[in-house]
């Protein structure tokens, strides 16, 4: 939590006055936390994604809003060969890429841009290769090197992908934010002028909006792209209001600092229906809350004591004091029941703390012992009470006799630390990519995300590891949900987390704001968004 949450509040409160004050065509967006950085393929954070791959970048395929339906997007079209090993992509022309002060870019984008954003993620020998601090979480996670055989430039509007296997999930993909495409002009200009760090404060894309500015923990500031290929934007400014406590965020929307609040707390959706002057928007999301618990620090290692834990928390009280009625289903799996590939003949730990003390007892802890419990300030939506959950946690931990100290850290730093396998037991929550269920189990429970951190469980379970590889390259739906059938018994016998719930996604606006629609993957886009 930040040190002065209050000065830094007063402060955008200002702004973001001033902001309103200025015209109808401005927006502001009261979100939850703040971006990582700006260079998306080094993140992995929703709220990153919102202000880089939803704002500034664009992939050579998209989502088409509110669905997983994969569109074109800086591809016009594409053709896949009959053994699922080349993609080849006709790129759409006169595109530009942003200005700013110090860069004009002097052609449009072209097949140059896209190999360069590719193999600067796939070549340990490319020059912007190792400039990337935190690496490239998603292209290690996903195992895209193996993956990727070579790009190549057919033309000046044409590229190919050739794979060393096929991937069914391949396409959809490269619609994720990992995949933007960068300009390569821009990072030649940089790299020229030795100041190559601008590519992740200074960023440059595409898409709908320009970036302006960032201040940090308060606000990034965009302005409309009058270029945009796809018709710019209604609103000519566009402010992303950081604002961690759900409370603040509600508040400062009825205030009309904000005419849009994300993730408010689901307890509180109905006063916010009931308000006049207010809508909420709510949808059936491909989110999954969960704790991680890190298989790497004994005795977390035995799967007794993990199974333990699992039996330990109530997890129905946990729910309804987190979600309220009917706001989030309880998680037996990494992904909801409503994805493809679920297995309905999982059954839920029960809570169990008796069975749990027998558990504990057979791995040699009779008398406990001890454990850190990690979480966030402020609220989201797979944690909209970070404190009480944990408060929870640790209440069933004790009762079994597992002591436990919890430890707040801010988001990005919680995730860092996460990643480095600092923790005990950690709060997370996914949101789902694409809609495919490898995107649940790959980036979050493999063995290559194991080991480049992204795996918070740092888990690797080599049967799991190659039932969900298998899978990837078998193209019947069918025998791929079979394979992931299996891959889910594993997870729930292995216990790596404490799955706890498929929350509902929300957003309060005011009344005569439109355009704006909830995407099931969690992601919020404001191309298309008009205010009164």
């Given amino acids: 939590m930040s040190p002065m949450p209050f000065l830094r509040g007063g402060l955008l409160l200002a702004a973001l006055l001033c902001v309103h004050a200025q015209a109808a065509d401005s927006l502001v967006v009261c979100t939850e936390a703040s971006p990582e950085g700006f260079d998306i393929v080094q993140y992995t954070a929703a709220t990153t994604a919102d202000a880089t791959a939803e704002t500034l970048f664009e992939r050579l395929v998209a989502f088409a809003p509110g669905s997983t339906e994969v569109v074109p997007a800086l591809a016009q079209s594409w053709e896949i060969s009959a053994d699922g090993l080349s993609y080849s992509f006709t790129l759409r022309q006169g595109v530009k890429f942003h200005a700013n002060q110090g860069f004009t870019p002097t052609r449009a984008f072209n097949a140059d841009d896209v190999l360069w954003s590719f193999q600067r993620q796939l070549d340990p020998a490319h020059p912007w290769h190792k400039l990337s601090l935190r690496g490239f979480p998603y292209a290690e996670a996903m195992g895209l090197a193996q993956l990727i055989e070579r790009v190549e430039k057919l033309d000046e509007h044409r590229v190919r992908f050739v794979l060393r296997h096929p991937e069914a999930p391949f396409l959809a993909n490269l619609a994720m934010g990992f995949a933007s495409i960068y300009s390569a002009e821009y990072a030649e200009h940089l790299l020229a002028a030795n100041t190559p760090e601008r590519l992740n404060s200074q960023p440059v894309g595409t898409g709908p909006f320009v970036f302006e500015r960032y201040a940090k923990d308060a606000q990034v500031r965009f302005r409309g792209n009058p270029d945009y290929w796809n018709g710019a934007p209604a609103i000519q400014r566009l402010v992303l209001a950081i604002t961690p406590e759900p409370n603040v965020r509600q508040q400062r929307l009825k205030a009309g600092d904000c005419q849009i609040a994300l993730y408010p707390r689901p307890v509180d959706i109905p006063a916010l229906k009931a308000d006049p002057q207010l809508q909420v928007l709510e949808l059936d999301s491909l989110l999954t809350a969960y704790i991680g618990i890190n298989t790497r620090h004994p005795p977390l290692d035995d799967v007794r004591v993990r199974q333990a834990l699992n039996l330990a928390f109530d997890k129905a009280a946990y729910i309804r004091a ?48 001890a454990l850190s419990i990690w979480t966030r300030p402020g609220g989201g939506p797979t944690n909209p009470n970070p404190g009480i959950g944990a408060q929870m946690l640790q209440a069933d931990l004790a009762a079994i006799g597992i002591r436990s100290d919890i430890r707040v850290f801010e988001w990005g730093e919680l995730i860092k630390r996460a990643k480095n396998g600092e923790h005990d037991l950690v709060f997370m929550g996914w949101a789902g990519d694409n809609g495919d269920p490898d995107n649940f189990l790959t980036p979050n429970l493999s063995c290559a995300a194991a080991e480049s951190g992204e795996n918070q469980a740092g888990w690797c379970d080599k049967t799991f590891d190659a039932l969900i590889t298998q899978a990837r390259r078998e193209p019947e739906q069918s025998k791929r949900a079979a394979l992931y059938r299996q891959a889910l018994a594993i997870f729930h016998e292995q216990a790596p987390w404490i799955a706890l719930a498929h929350p509902k996604q929300f957003a309060a606006l005011h009344k005569g704001v439109e355009g704006f629609v909830l995407s099931p993957m969690g992601s919020n886009n404001f191309a298309r968004v008009k205010v009164p």
Avoid: I, M, S
């Fill in 322 to 369: 987190q979600y309220g009625e009917g706001n989030a289903t309880p998680a037996v799996a990494p992904y909801p029941a409503t994805l493809w590939g679920y297995d309905e003949t999982l059954q839920d730990w029960p809570h169990d703390p008796e069975r749990a003390r027998q558990l504990l007892a057979e791995a040699g802890h009779a008398d406990g012992f």
